[in-house]
């Protein structure tokens, strides 16, 4: 790795040195090769797993943890910083630099009462989620490995600590903003500085003056919202939106609780400690923009408050327009209609919200139901799809209308195959996740991991030796719900 210091070197004062604690008898339980191409790595070896288990200095490293503050669950938390995440520095990559992180390297400044470590289970699930989300190309933070260890660490009962090693374009979160507008003396300096720093380092085509800031919030706003309609199209669940958990630069950021959605249910929870819904699955939009309102609270120091509410007026333009465009893509709807992109998008977007409440209706899993629309023959009444449905009039009134929205395919076998380019047959359900963690535990055995890793780069692809991967879950694997105890 060969790393560059910008962060720590530009921006004293915004982090405090901590040095990760090496873990007992490391191993490595994953590796992703499409994430260490990122930083010029190629494969695993045996310095590189000293390095980042933290048994030996990774030469260039700078290690630090980052102060960041946020609303957590609605209420807001002064101060929390890198408790548990320790980053390396930034290393350089082909395209581009990627914050080298060591997430459960040891306790922190900002640790308080916890351990600073992350348990094996918790791990291997951002490993996993992280490289299967940017296979299915939503915008997210990639892991570059998994490391288990025998250090045990006690949480409800003893388990054994585990690293991952995330790789993230930025660490700045919403919640970096909030700290230093409200905790800090003088903050519009410290903001400015950040801002700044921001920009040059993730949005260089902005330049740092008020005209950049003004559009770079409008950026923050549509990455933010490209982000959760990815999310809301593929089906996850992220489960702890809190702003300290919202990426600056638009990525999927911190993996807890998540969940992709087995049955369609928009009131879907995933998070054990979520009581009240606050970050159900249908929720998610809608809290998107409650976190960039918090964000732009923290910002009139530096930007025009008609500004940030201008910007934050394009949020829901923006999420429908990707939400609609990506599901077009997975249901088949071209655009090439006489009716202005404003109305189809509007029709559309109804049709699209009949088709989940469909869904929801006569419980079926979303993804499995989306990979069926790659078997359609749209001239047909008949489908595996129909074939599903407790509620037939409801399907063949919905179809009919979908029907006419298609209109002629020309070429059905390669109108479905443009469908299966849409629309996975694999994604991460829990229950994978959790037989994979089963074998570690019971059995040290991380080959149900590496498959599922494998079979997850590929999620477009009928693999049909993989099928059972592709089925619903088991009794015992049904709204499985993750606690936070992570
Ligand atoms: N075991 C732990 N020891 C110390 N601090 C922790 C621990 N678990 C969580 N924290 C801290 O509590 C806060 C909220 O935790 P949260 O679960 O959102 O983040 P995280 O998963 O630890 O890390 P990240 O947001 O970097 O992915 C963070 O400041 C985090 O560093
Ligand atoms: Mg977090």
Not at 53 to 80: I, M
Not at 277 to 282: E, L, S, W
Not at 361 to 375: E, F, H, P, V, W
Request: with cysteine; proline share 5%; aromatic share 10%.
């Amino acid at each position: 790795m060969r790393f560059k210091q910008d962060f720590f070197e530009q921006l004293d004062g915004f982090y405090s040195q901590a040095y990760p604690q090496g873990i007992s008898n490391p191993h490595w339980l994953g590796w992703s090769d499409a994430a260490a191409k990122l930083i010029g790595l190629d494969k695993p070896n045996h310095e590189l797993l000293m390095q980042l288990s933290a048994n030996a200095a990774a030469p260039g490293a700078s290690y630090y943890a980052q102060v960041y503050s946020g609303h957590q669950f609605g209420g807001y938390t002064p101060r929390l910083g890198d408790g548990r995440s320790i980053i390396l520095g930034e290393a350089i990559g082909p395209d581009g630099a990627w914050d080298v992180a060591l997430k459960g390297g040891g306790p922190t400044p900002y640790s308080r009462h916890g351990d600073g470590r992350a348990v094996m289970r918790s791990a291997v699930r951002e490993f996993l989620v992280s490289e299967a989300l940017a296979a299915l190309s939503v915008p997210t933070t990639r892991a570059l490995a998994v490391i288990g260890s025998d250090l045990p660490v006690w949480r409800e009962s003893q388990e054994t600590a585990a690293i991952t090693v995330r790789l993230a374009k930025s660490h700045i979160r919403f919640g970096h903003f909030e700290y230093f507008c409200y905790s800090e003396k003088g903050a519009p300096d410290k903001l400015t500085q950040l801002l700044n720093f921001t920009i040059t380092q993730h949005f260089p085509h902005l330049t740092t003056d008020a005209a950049g800031y003004k559009q770079w919030f409008v950026e923050v706003v549509q990455l933010t919202a490209k982000m959760i309609a990815h999310w809301q199209a593929v089906g996850f669940a992220h489960g702890v939106m809190n702003t300290d958990n919202m990426s600056i630069v638009g990525d999927t950021f911190d993996f807890g609780p998540f969940a992709f959605l087995d049955t369609f249910k928009e009131s879907f929870i995933c998070n054990h400690s979520d009581h009240d819904g606050r970050y159900a699955f249908g929720q998610q939009p809608g809290i998107g923009l409650w976190n960039l309102k918090r964000l732009a609270q923290a910002l009139p120091p530096i930007i025009a408050s008609d500004d940030l509410i201008a910007a934050l007026n394009t949020y829901q333009p923006s999420l429908v327009n990707h939400y609609v465009s990506l599901m077009r893509e997975k249901l088949g709807l071209s655009t090439d209609s006489d009716l202005d992109n404003a109305e189809q998008e509007k029709q559309d977007l109804a049709f699209i919200s009949q088709f989940t409440v469909m869904l929801e209706n006569n419980q079926l899993d979303y993804t499995n139901s989306l990979r069926k629309i790659g078997t359609i023959d749209i001239s047909s009444q008949h489908s595996l799809l129909r074939d599903d449905m407790l509620d037939v009039h409801q399907f063949d009134s919905w179809f009919q209308a979908y029907q006419s929205r298609v209109g002629q395919v020309s070429d059905v076998a390669a109108w479905q195959h443009e469908r299966n380019q849409h629309n996975p047959k694999y994604i991460l359900r829990n229950y994978l996740a959790q037989e994979a963690i089963i074998d570690i535990e019971e059995k040290a055995d991380n080959s149900k991991l590496l498959q599922l890793q494998q079979l997850l780069t590929r999620p477009f692809d009928e693999q049909p030796e993989m099928n059972d991967f592709a089925k619903r879950p088991p009794q015992w694997g049904q709204g499985l719900v993750m606690s936070c105890s992570s």
